[in-house]
């Protein structure tokens, strides 16, 4: 695979290199654009990464590095269509509105539960297409500014 540097310069004129590896295909785990997005957002200091960083748990305490992820997954989907296996098929589909709605993320932005206890909605190996989060980055990386707290 090969490897991406963006640079970035912050508020304070120092530099920061992320790395983001370029993938191949037409599909990426949604688990992982969630980590690429994350850390992209981390790096420009940005509202959304702070929001997953403190809505993801519950009460007082920040949520873990798994409902961080599912929170991200939450950002990307209100954007990006999201694609999975509705358990038992084997076939990707594209989840519907009306699905992600009833619908939420959880293990780390892997699976898609029905939000009522006891229901057989679920969706497995959720996906993104790569351009759809090439362009979510882009988006960052045009206009940072427009994602911090203070803009």
């Not at 999975?84 to 959880?106: Q, T, W, Y």
Request: hydrophobic share 40%; with cysteine; net charge negative.
């Amino acid at each position: 695979m090969l490897g991406l540097v963006i640079v970035w310069q912050n508020l304070f004129g120092s530099i920061k290199n992320i790395e983001i590896e370029a993938r191949k295909g037409e599909y990426l785990p949604l688990r992982e654009a969630a980590v690429s997005l994350y850390s992209i957002h981390r790096a420009v200091q940005s509202m959304w990464a702070q929001a997953a960083e403190s809505m993801s748990g519950h009460g007082i305490t920040r949520g873990s590095p798994e409902a961080i992820l599912d929170y991200m997954a939450i950002v990307i989907s209100g954007k990006k269509d999201i694609y999975g296996k509705r358990i038992p098929s084997n076939m990707r589909e594209k989840i519907s509105k009306a699905d992600l709605r009833r619908c939420h993320f959880v293990k780390g932005a892997t699976k898609l539960e029905d939000n009522f206890p006891g229901s057989q909605l679920c969706f497995v190996d959720l996906e993104v297409r790569t351009v759809d989060l090439d362009d979510l980055i882009q988006e960052v990386q045009n206009n940072p500014e427009a994602f911090r707290e203070d803009s």
